[in-house]
């Protein structure tokens, strides 16, 4: 049974943080790149970034340079999404979803998806 389960989200106070978790089953995470996706109301899924099956990093977004970053924990086949700093604009739907590894920004690309977890920026 391939799965993807999202937590994490919330509300959180502008310029506050939330980690977000992915968890695996029925398949083993530390083979694929891990795409972080979002999506506001009314508004098209945006990439935010991507971490390579080497564990390498790739923005999407501009906006979240400096303040998000993505890590690995293969002992618990867990990927996380760590935002610092968090603006109302960040507030959004977000996904995790899986690619073979590499990654790419064509969501298109993405095989298996989380169910998404809200995150809401507002004081």
């Known amino acids: 049974q391939v799965q993807l389960v999202e937590s994490g989200g919330g509300l959180v106070q502008p310029g506050g943080s939330l980690r977000l978790s992915c968890v695996a089953s029925?398949?083993?995470?530390?083979?694929?790149?891990i795409g972080w996706f979002r999506q506001a109301p009314g508004k098209e899924r945006e990439g935010v970034l991507c971490i390579s099956s080497r564990d390498d990093t790739t923005y999407y977004t501009d906006s979240v340079k400096g303040r998000f970053t993505s890590s690995r924990d293969n002992a618990k086949n867990t990927v996380y999404l760590q935002m610092n700093s968090l603006k109302p604009e960040d507030t959004a739907a977000y996904y995790c979803?899986?690619?073979?590894?590499?990654?790419?920004?064509?969501?298109?690309?993405?095989?298996?998806w989380g169910q998404g977890t809200q995150v809401t920026v507002s004081s």
């Open positions: 979803a899986t690619e073979l590894l590499t990654c790419s920004n064509n969501y298109f690309a993405y095989e298996y």
């Open positions: 029925g398949f083993t995470l530390e083979r694929y790149a």
